[in-house]
């Protein structure tokens, strides 16, 4: 039995000039921003899909394909490689929405138990907009999980309690067992066999999501708005990012290489201006949703989303012994190992010559007045 309650975090460490880039492999004139993705709503999912990290059931079963390249990703991290891509179903039935993903990547690492250390996908979600809808908040709620050798799908949850990723607010996995969090999170993560990348399945309550940013907005000091469940359509702010992991020739993890997400604008995630909520670069509408029912009560009742585990590293206190060929996940600036546990981010460092990272810490640049 897996006991859910902290993760290992990644220390900061120096990057080079070399590695901070802004996705210098694409023409400006060549990117374009994501924009909005439309989901299919059916009852119940479960009969239609099995989530045990095979996607065939969505290549099969008329679910729209949406890809993300070079060509709608930003850099914050190293470049978007050309033989890189994702390919994304998205649904949603009553009780849960439904994300599956192909990640086209030949160089592919298992992340540690519990963890997002390794080859890792991260998503933003903003439950209809609500915290892009007030000045407060630098960021909504990152869900963050790494390939898992087991095929689970262990997820950490950041940025509730505070507006960056220093600190992790809870963990929750596809086979945990605590009553708390059990059915919160479903799914399963897969290598391909034929070497190409990996897959992942996973489905996260609307109660859980609804929980999260309402918490979020509670915490901040902002009013939860009112919410009439299947009266409305539900309207998810997405923000995609991965971070790449390669490896050595003696088969050594060659720290984090790339790191990019979506971003209404190229070059916003490296400048470290991108991860507002209204900044996100993807939009997910959902339609005829009319069985959906949430609590509106206050939640997570059951545990506290506090205080980031003990063995988590602080933001700004790099440590020396990492190789430099690596950026963080979460404040990736690129640094060679650090970039996994935070929700995503990046700094430029003064002078754009070193980037301090840190992992499970993200640094956000203050709103504008």
């Known amino acids: 039995m897996k006991k859910f309650f902290t993760m290992l975090v990644v220390a900061a460490m120096l990057a080079s000039l070399g590695a901070l880039t802004v996705n210098a492999a694409v023409d400006e004139s060549e990117w374009n921003a994501f924009g909005e993705v439309k989901a299919e709503y059916v009852e119940d999912l479960s009969t239609q899909i099995t989530l045990d990290g095979d996607v065939s059931d969505w290549q099969n079963g008329g679910f729209q394909r949406y890809d993300i390249d070079k060509y709608n990703l930003d850099a914050w991290v190293g470049e978007v490689k050309d033989d890189w891509s994702i390919n994304l179903w998205f649904s949603a039935d009553a009780e849960f929405l439904y994300i599956a993903f192909k990640i086209n990547d030949p160089d592919v690492q298992f992340s540690d138990d519990n963890a997002y250390n390794k080859d890792a996908f991260q998503i933003q979600l903003d439950f ?4 892009a809808n007030t000045e407060a908040f630098g960021r909504a709620v990152f869900y963050s999980f790494g390939l898992q050798e087991d095929g689970t799908v262990d997820m950490t949850v950041q940025c509730i309690e505070g507006d960056t990723a220093s600190t992790i607010d809870y963990t929750m996995a596809s086979d945990d067992e605590e009553e708390w ?5 479903k799914g399963a993560t ?10 992942a399945e996973f489905a996260i309550s609307w109660q859980t999501l609804y929980n999260d940013i309402s918490e979020k907005l509670t915490v901040g000091g902002e009013e939860v708005p009112s919410w009439t469940g299947g009266e409305d359509k539900v309207s998810l702010n997405m923000l995609v990012c991965y971070l790449d992991h390669d490896t050595n020739e003696d088969g050594s993890d060659a720290g984090i290489v790339g790191a990019w997400g979506t971003s209404n604008a190229l070059g916003s995630l490296a400048a470290g201006d991108g991860w507002y909520p209204e900044a996100a670069g993807m939009v997910l509408t959902l339609d005829g949703m009319t069985s959906i029912t949430i609590e509106t009560t206050e939640a997570p009742t059951e545990e506290p989303t506090t205080e980031a585990p003990e063995t988590e590293a602080k933001t700004d206190a790099p440590k020396t012994d990492a190789p430099t060929t690596e950026a963080p996940a979460d404040d990736p600036e690129q640094t060679t190992e650090a970039a996994k546990e935070g929700g995503c981010g990046g700094i430029v460092g003064a002078g754009a010559i070193v980037a301090v990272l840190a992992l499970g810490a993200c640094v956000v640049a203050k709103k504008k007045d």
């Open 128 to 131: 209809n907009g609500w915290a």
């Open 181 to 185: 969090r059990e059915g919160h999170v």
């Open 190 to 199: 897969k290598k391909a066999e034929d070497g190409s990348g990996w897959y």
